[in-house]
């Protein structure tokens, strides 16, 4: 019978139509209806001669035993937000499944193929994102902190975990998931409107941006709006605007997709008839590598000394976050070129804003891809968020393109060893 993505299409409306309701999607982790969707999803393996083990964090796994031990991994979470739509996640485990239905019809692999359906990926409930993942990939470093969390009806983190047979204090024993892992694929929705405006179905995403958030806070001096003469001001609001605008020549001159926000300036006094004394400005600035991120940055407090002496104010710095960009392996992101061109005549490469599993794994040193399918007007996390069911069924095609390639490239010893 052979790959049959417009069973894939099938099943989401499904899927939709039994966790979800009139305000979207409602798999939010560590609840009922999650727990409902997993249990879905298994009924939907039946048949196929797959082991399914839920492992320490909650992660499920469903493996297809191939010649050797050694495994390419396919990923997606079937969690949502609250009122989410009926793709993001949930459409990369249900591929993977289509993926797994196909190759497991063609027999024994040459290497174990593994889907796993990552636990709580959005984080919904308690605030913590990637939760399954970072387990798995042993990063997760906040356990002390996640202890405390607790839900908006004061349900404690550990105590939601319990009931769904996860322990916190063990999450991190789902590493060993990884250490037979050769090679780790996903398709997720763009979430973005880059794919859309280039009127393209898929992409290959070259990896996670790195982020540096800042604090940045102009001192000047309060003065009277009326009396204080133009020329005599030590306006702390003149820094912050010259800055924002700034962003721009420095995002262009470091370009490579490089983008710079200012996303709040603070002002105080904040009042109609003084010049302003402190203004506190928010800065974001991302990028996919990490030397022109730190050139970013380095460009964005140039200007800001400049703009300080200009404007006779004092400027300072504090970094609120940080994180290193995440590359994905360029021998599957050219595996996922292939595919893309194969079943859509093009293909685009682009970064991802957001994270996602995918990231995590990578960290872990297991070669991993993205693909991206086109999301109609960039909306995700509502439940207008959409693809159109042929692109659906396209990157279905595309991922198992991807498979293929990737599971030639594993059994001939490429991949993590
Ligand atoms: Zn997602």
Not at 70 to 92: E, K, Y
Not at 319 to 336: K, M, N, S, V
Not at 374 to 383: D, F, I, M, V
Request: negative net charge; contains cysteine.
């Amino acid at each position: 019978m052979g790959l049959n993505p417009g069973r894939t299409v099938e099943e989401l409306r499904e899927l939709q139509e039994v966790t979800g309701d009139e305000n979207g999607a409602q798999r939010v982790a560590w609840t009922d209806t999650w727990e409902q969707a997993r249990d879905w999803l298994r009924g939907r393996l039946e048949g196929v001669p797959v082991e399914e083990e839920v492992d320490e964090a909650g992660n499920q796994w469903f493996t297809l035993p191939g010649g050797s031990e050694r495994a390419l991994l396919i990923g997606g979470h079937i969690d949502s937000v609250p009122n989410g739509g009926w793709l993001d996640g949930a459409l990369n485990v249900m591929a993977g499944v289509e993926v797994l239905r196909r190759i497991a019809e063609e027999g024994q692999p040459p290497v174990t193929v593994r889907l796993v359906n990552w636990a709580d990926e959005e984080g919904a409930r308690f605030g913590r994102s990637l939760f399954g993942s970072s387990a798995a990939a042993g990063s997760m470093a906040d356990q002390d902190e996640l202890r405390q969390r607790r839900d908006n009806d004061g349900v404690a983190l550990p105590d939601a975990l319990r009931e769904h047979g996860v322990d916190l204090d063990r999450a991190l024993d789902a590493r060993k998931q990884l250490e037979s892992a050769a090679a780790y694929l996903e398709l997720h929705i763009e979430q973005g409107p880059v794919l859309e405006s280039m009127d393209l179905p898929l992409g290959v995403v070259l990896g996670t941006f790195g982020v540096e958030r800042h604090q940045i806070t102009w001192k000047g001096q309060a003065a009277h709006a009326g009396s204080t003469p133009m020329d005599q001001r030590r306006d702390a609001l003149a820094g912050a605007a010259k800055l924002d605008l700034a962003l721009r020549e420095i995002a262009a001159e470091v370009g490579d997709g490089a983008v710079c926000t200012s996303g709040n300036v603070v002002c105080k006094p904040g009042i109609v008839t003084s010049v302003v004394e402190t203004a506190e400005q928010l800065l974001d600035q991302r990028h996919l590598d990490a030397e022109k991120l730190a050139e970013l940055l380095r460009l964005a407090k140039e200007r800001a000394d400049r703009f300080a002496q200009e404007e006779s104010i004092e400027v300072s710095w504090e970094r609120i976050w940080q994180i290193e960009p995440i590359r994905f392996d360029e021998t599957l992101i050219g595996f996922a070129d292939e595919a893309i061109r194969e079943v859509s005549g093009k293909s685009h490469r682009l970064p991802s804003g957001p994270l996602h599993d995918a990231a995590e794994v990578s960290r872990a040193g297991v070669p991993t891809v993205m693909v991206f399918v086109q999301s109609l007007r960039g909306l995700s996390h509502t439940k207008l968020e959409d693809t159109k069911p042929e692109h659906v069924e396209v990157s279905v095609r595309a991922l198992d393109g991807l498979a293929s390639r990737a599971l030639v490239w594993v059994a001939g010893g490429g991949g993590r060893s």
